[in-house]
């Protein structure tokens, strides 16, 4: 995809077993790659939060 948005800044975390087959499956469902699914999914997260993720530098 040539205008596929660049993001710089990498994020690992550890997960119980089974959780990446789900988020896998989940991705597939909504036709998203793994990074998206769980970038969209944290998003929404911080949202209900209260986090404004639009004040953050580089955010979604």
């Given at each position: 995809?040539?205008?596929?948005?660049?993001?710089?800044?990498?994020?690992?975390?550890?997960?119980?077993a089974?959780?990446?087959?789900?988020?896998?499956?989940?991705?597939?469902r909504?036709?998203?790659?793994?990074?998206?699914?769980v970038?969209?999914?944290?998003?929404?997260?911080?949202?209900a939060?209260?986090?404004?993720?639009?004040?953050?530098?580089?955010a979604?």
């Open positions: 995809m040539d205008d596929a948005v660049k993001f710089q800044q990498l994020v690992q975390f550890r997960v119980p089974g959780l990446s087959e789900a988020i896998d499956a989940a991705a597939r909504k036709c998203q790659s793994k990074s998206e699914y970038r969209q999914s944290v998003i929404g997260r911080l949202d939060d209260g986090v404004d993720v639009r004040k953050c530098a580089g979604a």
